[in-house]
């Protein structure tokens, strides 16, 4: 087994929990989310970290990851410092560790700093109106966000943790899946369609989203429509292929759909 790592510069004083992180994950800490992977609120030496296993992948994964491409704990780390670097918020990044036996990939972790949060956007898209303010803020972030090329390719409800007493009140995680390129308007609306199902609540987001950008409020929605039956396709097609039969495929105009959530 060759185990990889990587510390920031001004943390390598972290020597002994990326040494032990196997056990010290399985042992210690509170567990904060679990489902594909998993995340752990973990205490050492008097600070708290957030520390992320990643599920083991299929056999051509383990390969590429090992060989070809940059793993998810990596990628991590380096696109978190990239939304950073352009002034967004994301939990402080400290490091990485990859377990490789065989020139595959077994296991990995992500490490940052625990972000202290209030909570995240579920409960503010659960109350729509009352939280226009909040969320005309947010969508002021993004557009902040895509005007640097940073398209987030995760941005859910789940991924953005709010805490409005801070300057930088959104704070961005599960950043693995990030790409760097000029953001287009149907790139832009395809980013933020998966935060709601709500057609009228999509149409408010492409309006917000019209008044800190270029675009006009019709291209807006009309994007942020043609996003949002991408995602929805794309998970008709996979709960179908996983014989999940009330993921049928809905053929159904956008247009023609009542307000759903």
Do not use: W
Request: a positive charge.
């Amino acid at each position: 087994m060759y185990i990889s790592h990587y510390i920031v510069d001004n943390e390598k004083n972290l020597c002994e929990l990326f040494n032990n992180i196997d056990s010290i994950f399985l042992e210690k800490g509170l567990t904060v989310h679990s489902d594909r992977n998993t995340t752990k609120k973990i205490e050492f030496n008097g600070r708290f970290f957030a520390v992320k296993s990643f599920q083991s992948p299929n056999m051509l994964q383990r390969l590429a990851y090992a060989n070809f491409r940059k793993p998810k704990a990596q990628r991590s780390l380096e696109f978190s410092e990239k939304l950073i670097e352009a002034g967004l918020h994301s939990p402080k990044p400290i490091g990485y560790v990859v377990n490789i036996k065989r020139m595959q990939i077994y296991q990995s972790y992500y490490i940052s700093e625990f972000h202290e949060f209030e909570h995240d956007l579920v409960p503010v898209f659960k109350d729509f109106n009352t939280h226009l303010d909040l969320i005309e803020q947010f969508i002021k972030t993004v557009t902040r966000m895509h005007n640097f090329n940073i398209y987030h390719h995760d941005l859910t409800k789940r991924n953005v943790l709010i805490k409005p007493s801070e300057e930088q009140v959104f704070s961005f995680i599960d950043n693995n899946r990030i790409s760097f390129d000029r953001m287009s308007l149907k790139m832009r609306m395809e980013s933020i369609s998966k935060l709601t199902n709500n057609i009228a609540e999509l149409h408010t987001l492409a309006k917000l989203y019209s008044k800190y950008s270029i675009y006009s409020p019709d291209r807006c929605i009309h994007f942020i429509q043609k996003g949002f039956e991408k995602s929805q396709r794309y998970k008709k097609i996979k709960n179908f292929l996983k014989g999940n039969k009330k993921g049928a495929f809905d053929a159904t105009p956008f247009s023609t759909r009542g307000n759903q959530r």
